[in-house]
């Protein structure tokens, strides 16, 4: 008997509907992309304790400490102690040690937090490769191999030298975190109807972003964000791994793969009916024998050929593109460092704004799942980068002008609420799920994987360079967001094709026009077939 949840009776496609092992599938699948936001948020809210664990394990002086962050440890019963000689004479060599001492400690600290993007960028390479290589189930429990060994060594971390488990931690979670990037966008386009490919690939950047606000919330100093537990609250990162490897045994595998990967006919049939919920499953089945019998005329897509193939060049270009439109609108610089930016905003209890930015970003994401089927995905792209760049001007204008008028703190503080409710209703969740209604089966394990890379190599980027560009900039460095937002925006709006309901065909077709060429012929008109827009079910 067939289990469904029906949903948007108001659509036009008023008879699709979910299966319960469809909603059931997804769910596990992003249990991934949970751990990804946790692992992304859970490294912020316990800085300066872990900093002074680590001064505490080198034997770096207590004076120096204090110096260097104006920061005092609740308490050091289970560190180790080191007896320091007061010297109350000044000592050019004691101080030169003392610098290099914080010097190490903020070199050791960098490598905590960007072992994990490191990690990520190495491994988005491999999670297609991976998947088509053992499945897409099989890839997943692969990958969470890592995530338990990274959460063991970082919950391990204050029983033994943290710094070299942490950092070792937090680079085999990115490892992790860059093999799901790719695998998950694939997995959960492969088993989803034509007509809620967009709606279900929401939820991969929902999960990240509500995996972010956990984060967030456990590690306050009240729960997990203290002296005693802040090792509990890094290793909590394999929870999602643990339980996502259960529920893998009765997920099941991505008929596209069974069938045009392995040539397994019956067990595709056995899993599209179980999606499906339905044992009439022809029309999809036509479609991947289409696709299939395309393939097999095809040689095999490597990344090279994405942009030497003019078939591939322009859909993944704008891929990227869509990608670093979204890292570099500054929203990672706002997530990294919005505690900052709230206490000069005039904030008094900034900790609390900054979960507040987290929820809004959780809230309008689901909002865009409600959006993204009904308004189209280069539409509400558009809007999202359109508000951001207003609220992005907003932003400066508050810090700016915050020394002549108190009241424009809340100014700022309002533009960044609305910059992230802007990001979620298009910018943030469509660049993961677009990248797979672009290509078919054969290219779309390497496109994936050139997109993933192209997210977090800008990612890192944003990181590392915020600090210097706000020193640069001062108050006004929303301005030069507002700035690369716009100039993301018009190339968006010159160059990127809807993919709302159409079908491969149609989607070249596009790319075809907005490139001033003519039809390609057959081969990419069938290489568009993939995605055709499906009866309702």
């Known amino acids: 008997m067939r289990t469904a949840v029906s949903i948007g009776r108001a659509h036009p496609l008023l008879k699709r509907e979910i299966t319960g092992t469809l909603a059931f599938t997804v769910f596990t699948a992003v249990l991934s992309s949970f751990k990804f936001g946790y692992d992304i948020g859970v490294i912020n809210a316990p800085q300066e304790i872990i900093e002074s664990h680590y001064r505490c394990v080198l034997g770096v002086p207590l004076d120096d400490r204090k110096a260097t962050h104006n920061y005092t440890v609740n308490s050091t019963e289970d560190l180790p102690t080191v007896p320091y000689p007061m010297n109350p004479i000044p000592n050019p060599w004691v101080e030169e040690e003392s610098m290099a001492s914080a010097g190490l400690i903020t070199m050791l600290w960098s490598l905590s937090v960007s072992s994990f993007a490191i990690g990520g960028m ?19 429990w692969v990958a969470n191999c890592l995530a338990l060994l990274g959460g063991l060594l970082m919950g391990l971390s204050k029983l033994g030298p943290s710094h070299i488990l942490i950092i070792s931690g937090r680079g085999i979670s990115g490892l992790y975190c860059g ?16 007509s809620l490919r967009g709606t279900l690939g929401t939820f991969h950047q929902l999960a990240i972003v509500t995996g972010i ?55 595709a049939k056995d899993s599209l009916k179980r999606l499906r919920g339905s044992d ?52 990672n610089g706002i997530f990294y460092y919005s505690t900052s930016i709230f206490q000069t905003a005039g904030i008094s209890q900034p900790v609390y704004a900054t979960i507040g930015v987290g929820t809004v970003n959780t809230v309008f994401t689901v909002f865009s799942i409600f959006l993204v089927e009904k308004a189209g995905r280069r539409s509400l792209f558009l809007i999202g980068m359109s508000g951001m760049f207003f609220c992005a001007i907003f932003m400066s204008l508050g810090l700016v002008l915050l020394d002549k008028f108190a009241w424009m703190s809340y100014v700022s503080m309002a533009a960044i609420f609305l910059f992230v409710s802007f990001l979620e209703i298009g910018p ?54 507002a700035g ?40 990419a008109e069938v ?11």
Not at 179 to 194: H, R
Not at 242 to 247: D, E, F, I, N, R
Request: charged content about 20%; hydrophobic content about 45%.
């Open 179 to 194: 093999l799901i990037s790719g695998l998950v966008p694939m997995y959960v386009s492969e088993i989803a109807p034509t």
């Open 428 to 481: 943030g969740p469509i660049p993961w799920f677009m990248v797979a209604e672009f290509f078919s089966q054969g290219p779309r394990p390497a496109a994936l994987a050139i997109a993933a890379f192209s997210n977090w190599t800008s990612n890192f980027i944003v990181a590392q360079c915020f600090p210097y560009i706000v020193d640069f900039f001062g108050p006004y460095v929303f301005f030069f967001f």
């Open 484 to 523: 690369v937002v716009l100039l993301f925006t018009l190339f968006t709006f010159f160059k990127v094709p809807e993919t709302k309901g159409k079908s491969f065909e149609e989607i070249a077709a596009e790319f075809r026009k907005k490139n001033g060429g003519s039809s390609q012929g057959p081969k």
């Open 122 to 140: 190495i491994a988005s390479f491999f999670g297609g490769m991976l998947g088509d290589k053992l499945g897409r189930i099989k890839a997943l």
């Open 280 to 331: 009439d499953i022809t029309k999809d089945i036509t479609e991947m024998r289409r696709e299939k019998e395309e393939a097999s005329r095809e040689q095999e897509v490597s990344i090279i050929k994405l942009f030497t193939n003019s078939d591939y060049r322009k859909p993944i270009l704008v891929a990227l593109m869509l990608h670093m439109g979204q890292q570099f609108s500054g929203i």
């Open 527 to 537: 290489e568009m077939e993939f995605l055709r827009v499906t009866e309702t079910m």
């Open 213 to 267: 606000l956990i984060s967030q919330i456990l590690g306050l100093s009240s729960l997990l964000g203290n002296q005693d537990l802040w090792h509990f609250l890094l290793g909590l990162s394999a929870v999602p791994a643990v339980l996502q490897s259960l529920l893998l045994f009765f997920c099941p595998e991505s008929p596209r793969y069974l069938y045009i990967k392995v040539d397994e006919e019956v067990k």
